[in-house]
């Protein structure tokens, strides 16, 4: 009984042994890969500390080869905005009405009694934004001017190609967009692309198209009626101030940000006179 006990214990190592071999064999492969895994990230960590710390590229910091010419741009816009708003977006007329030491441009007009005025700027928008960018666009480009020498001065190479600037009024919006590449470099960094657009929060989109509708209407029907067009436009104030010669000076203005646009208007004139009994047109 003891000598087949011995041999049961000889044989039951066996096969523990035996398992054992097998659970280490099988575990091997996976060993392997947490090595080569490790050995990567050492290899990976080694690079990029050797890159920082010893080749030390060179590049921009935040803000310093930047052209910041958004906020030169802004003021510019915003004051021939408010200045064009106050002769209906003509950088000078010829055919105006003076109010209060303004002088008001015709938009619609009629120099015959009871006549329908002619609108005088069919595409309003486009007007103004022609004529803002007629007045904007030497002090734009002052802008940029003044931004590249300052880069010039701390060390920075700027080249620019073509200079083209483009004004875009969109709902709430005055957009400025620039075709002007750009290649700025320090040592042996460049950088090349185009300048972005400037957005400008402005109400002058909304502003001209109330004013097409009230011209819309003094075309067709001599007068309009401006309770129902604030109606429809609450953030706008219009007032209609009436002339001795029958001109009526449209004042419109947005209550949030105060800019204004006003125009003046002649349709359907009565004769001075017109309605007194005895009197003949």
């Not at 880069?151 to 190479?157: D, T």
Request: net charge positive; proline share 6%; hydrophobic share 35%.
């Amino acid at each position: 009984m003891k000598i087949e006990g011995k041999g049961e214990s000889k044989k039951q190592k066996k096969y523990a042994i035996s398992g054992l071999d097998k659970y280490f064999n099988n575990r091997k492969p996976k060993i392997a890969q947490i090595t080569i895994f490790i050995i990567l990230g050492i290899l990976i960590v080694s690079a990029i500390l050797i890159f920082f710390l010893y080749i030390r590229p060179t590049y921009f910091p935040p803000a310093e080869g930047k052209l910041n010419f958004e906020s030169c741009v802004k003021r510019v816009v915003l004051e021939k905005t408010d200045m064009l708003g106050k002769t209906a977006g003509y950088r000078q007329s010829a055919f105006y009405y003076q109010y209060n030491g303004d002088k008001i441009p015709y938009l619609c007009y009629s120099g015959e009694y009871y006549k329908p005025c002619t609108i005088q700027m069919p595409f309003l928008k486009q007007h103004f934004e022609k004529n803002l960018l007629d007045a904007t666009k030497p002090e734009i480009l002052a802008c940029i001017d003044s931004t590249i020498e300052d880069l010039k001065a701390r060390g920075f190479e700027v080249n620019q190609g073509k200079r083209e600037v483009k004004i875009e009024i969109i709902p709430k919006t005055i957009r400025v967009s620039f075709d002007i590449p750009v290649t700025i470099r320090k040592g042996e960094n460049v950088e090349e692309g185009t300048l972005n657009p400037v957005d400008i929060p402005n109400p002058m989109y909304e502003l001209l198209m109330l004013s097409t509708s009230l011209l819309q209407f003094e075309a067709r029907y001599g007068d309009s009626d401006i309770s129902m067009m604030m109606i429809f436009y609450p953030e706008v104030i219009v007032d209609k101030l009436k002339q001795g010669d029958e001109t009526k000076i449209y004042i419109l203005q947005n209550k949030d940000f105060g800019t204004k646009f006003q125009f003046a208007s002649r349709s359907y004139a009565w004769p001075p006179g017109y309605g007194i009994s005895g009197v003949i047109a």
